[in-house]
């Protein structure tokens, strides 16, 4: 597996932490940027990411940011991203069991380094479930494929 990393300056340090993990795991990474804690502009990260995972380059991405929310927003724009915020173990294993969420989104100014790191090997260790879940993955993607483009509103693209 090769996971791709990204993170702005509100995730820098976190993203250090993930690296010494992931590096320990002895799992192939990249990281995507950014490459200090100046500030900069988590959508431009959340993009080179999720293109890298949309396009099969890497199987798994992970994103941090203050929150891990502005990243899971952008990060799920792109299509074929089903990116999931988890501060929790159990969501981190229900998102991969029921989602197959392919990027990890976390807050370095919400959760410690420790649980963090828990949540990244629990998210990177568990697998799909499939089933009735792939019928709702089908619908998501349903759902992309309508709204490709833009959403219409009163015969308007905006
Ligand atoms: C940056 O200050 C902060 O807004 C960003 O890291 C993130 O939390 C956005 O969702």
């Not at 990027?103 to 919400?110: A, N, T």
């Amino acid at each position: 597996m090769k996971v791709a990393l990204g993170s702005d300056h509100g995730g820098y340090k976190l993203k250090q932490v993930i690296i010494e993990l992931l590096t320990n795991l002895k799992i192939d990474y990249q990281d995507f940027g950014c490459f200090s804690d100046s500030s900069v502009d988590y959508p431009d990260f959340a993009r080179l990411v999720a293109e890298q995972v949309a396009a099969g380059n890497f199987q798994r991405g992970i994103l941090i940011c203050g929150t891990g929310i502005g990243m899971s927003i952008a990060a799920n724009k792109v299509p074929g991203i089903r990116a999931a915020l988890c501060h929790d173990v159990f969501s981190a294993r229900a998102t991969r069991e029921h989602n197959d969420s392919n990027i990890l989104c976390l807050g370095e100014r919400v959760i410690g380094p420790g649980l963090a790191e828990e949540i990244v090997r629990v998210w990177l260790q568990t697998d799909f479930t499939g089933g009735r879940h792939q019928r709702r993955l089908d619908k998501i993607k349903d759902l992309e494929q309508h709204f490709a483009g833009g959403t219409k509103i009163e015969g308007q693209s905006c």
